[in-house]
Every structure is written in C-alpha cells, then in structure tokens.
C-alpha cells in the first residue's frame, strides 16, 4: 500500500554570506555586458573555482554590483531575486534576464558514514537521506534511530535528534536540511562495547587450550 506525506513546504530563500551565481543576459554586445563575471574564467572546479565566478551576500544581506552598487537580495527566493535584478538594470541594459544560482552551498556529515566529509550542492534543497547517500548511506553499526542534526539558528546553535524509520520525520523541519547544518550519526550501543571488533576467535582458541589443558592436566 502506499503512503504520503506531505513535507514541509518552506521556500528557500537567499540569506547573508550565501554565495550566488548571477548569469545576466541581454541584448547587448557581451563587452557591453559589463556584469557578466563569467567573462576570462575558465576554471570553476571545485567551491574555490566558483567562488571566482559569485557574489558573496554580506551580512546586511546585500550584494555589490558594479555601477549599480549593493543591492538587498536577503530573505527573497532566486525566483523574486531575479525579477528584482532585472528591474534594477533596465536603465543600464537592453532587455535584461537574469538567472540567479546557489553555489557552495554546503552540509557535513560525520560519524558512523562510509564516507564522513562536507558535500557541497547547488540546488534549492536537499533532504536527509540525498545528505546520507552522498555519505555512502549509515553503516552497519550507526544507528539509524539517533541521528543528530546540528544547526545554527539566528546565531544559537541547535541539536535535533532525528528517527530515519519513524514516517513521521517526513513532515519534520528536518526532513530538509539548511546549508552549513551538521549531521552526526551516532553509534548503536553494542559498539560502544566494541561488538563489532571484539575478538571472538582469540578468545574461541584460548578457551579451547584452556579445556586442552585440563584435560592433559588430569590425564
């Protein structure tokens, strides 16, 4: 039988140091495009590469463009962001476009993960299992009931311990995680015994001697 969820329906919007990749588009020649940053990179490998090429938000929210100067784009989605910019340059460019992109947008991941690392990623959202997956998914002894999602809010920092088999995570704030958030994946108790690496045929073989002994012993 299948089952929905509604998940939380929260739009993503630009906040202050996000790093944003602005293409502008118009009718003018490209040297008469003056805004276009694009223009004598060739190398945008990896979050240095494309933090060439973006516009840092700075803390009041704003962007710096040339000749225009700073503009606020904080709290707008990329969608109302673009109309804004291309309000703001029709006195300068003929019929402009804007498209408007995250970069650098990133989350950690640690703990009992394959692959423990920050990930980075340029779309609007990412939930916690895409987060996982890139993490090569939880291992044998991470548990899957205990995951703690560390996240900065409005300068306070928040823990969230988060169920990945309980549905109801599907309508949780969680379920989408925010950019610089933390996910740590705790271990299962039993490894806190070290279970996992405990030395059974060590001690299979000393019992055994153990017997042998004895067994000599008596003879």
């Known amino acids: 039988m299948d089952i929905e969820h509604s998940s939380p329906e929260e739009k993503t919007t630009i906040e202050p140091y996000d790093e944003i990749y602005i293409e502008i588009f118009s009718l003018d020649q490209d040297e008469v495009n003056f805004l276009n940053r694009r223009q004598g990179v060739t190398n945008t490998a990896g979050p240095e590469g494309f933090s060439l090429i973006a516009h840092r938000v700075d803390e009041f929210g704003r962007i710096n463009l040339p000749v225009i100067g700073k503009i606020k784009l904080s709290g707008y989605t990329l969608e109302e962001a673009s109309d804004l910019l291309e309000t703001e340059l029709a006195?300068?460019?003929?019929?402009?476009?804007?498209?408007?992109?995250?970069?650098?947008?990133?989350?950690?991941?640690?703990?009992?993960?394959?692959?423990?690392?920050?990930?980075?990623?340029?779309?609007?959202?990412?939930?916690?299992?895409?987060?996982?997956?890139?993490?090569?998914?939880?291992?044998?002894?991470?548990?899957?009931?205990?995951?703690?999602?560390?996240?900065?809010?409005?300068?306070?920092?928040?823990?969230?311990?988060?169920?990945?088999?309980?549905?109801?995570?599907?309508?949780?704030p969680y379920y989408y995680l925010r950019s610089n958030d933390i996910v740590y994946v705790e271990p299962l108790k039993r490894r806190w015994w070290g279970l996992d690496t405990f030395p059974y045929a060590l001690v299979l073989s000393s019992i055994t001697t153990f017997i042998l002994v004895l067994d000599y012993v008596d003879r």
């Not at 890139?134 to 928040?158: L, P, S, W, Y």
Request: with cysteine; aromatic share 12%; hydrophobic share 35%.
């Open 91 to 172: 006195g300068y460019l003929n019929s402009p476009s804007v498209k408007l992109n995250f970069v650098n947008k990133n989350i950690a991941v640690m703990g009992y993960v394959a692959r423990p690392g920050r990930y980075y990623y340029s779309t609007d959202k990412i939930s916690i299992f895409q987060a996982l997956s890139m993490a090569g998914d939880i291992q044998e002894f991470g548990n899957r009931k205990n995951v703690c999602v560390i996240r900065n809010v409005e300068d306070k920092i928040t823990k969230h311990y988060i169920n990945l088999t309980n549905e109801e995570l599907f309508t949780s």
